[in-house]
């Protein structure tokens, strides 16, 4: 029984390995950011980074946000395999109070795409409390 569930743990462990690192030939070190709460005002911008693990070049052909509060840039030149590339996605907060959680489509050449998610909270803080002058 013993051996049985050592060779079982060790199949599924290999198996998952497996899948996650040729999944789609991209291994992201994330697919996802939560900014926590940000300020209202500046943009709220972040880069994900990813290898390219098939044997042959890749090529980004598009990176799609979900709206037009969030752009993208991306690596416009082909990837090597096992060189990197990154994809940065930039949330406008100006305006925008509140919870927001946007997705950018990302296309590849090989056929595969990916959704990236950025998240968070866009605070707006009142002007902190300073003495007022009092008539005496």
């Known amino acids: ?3 049985t569930l050592t060779l079982l ?7 998952t390995t497996s899948f996650a690192q040729t999944e789609d030939g991209i291994k ?9 709460s940000i300020k209202m005002g500046p943009k709220a911008d972040v880069t994900f980074r990813f290898t390219n693990t098939t044997k042959a070049p890749v090529v980004i052909t598009s990176a799609n946000p979900s709206c037009g509060c969030t ?3 991306y690596t ?5 395999p096992g060189k990197t590339g990154d994809v940065t996605a930039s949330y406008g ?9 946007k997705s950018i489509k990302v296309n590849f050449d090989n ?3 990916t959704d990236l998610i950025i998240s968070g909270t866009v605070n707006t803080e009142a002007a ?9």
């Open 1 to 3: 029984m013993r051996k």
């Open 9 to 15: 743990a060790a199949v599924l462990a290999f198996v």
């Open 28 to 36: 992201w070190e994330k697919k996802s950011h939560d900014f926590g």
């Open 71 to 73: 752009a993208s840039e």
């Open 76 to 80: 416009k030149t082909p990837i090597m």
């Open 93 to 101: 907060t100006d305006g925008r109070p509140g919870f927001f959680q």
């Open 111 to 113: 056929g595969t795409s």
């Open 128 to 136: 902190p409390a300073g003495k007022n002058n009092e008539l005496k």
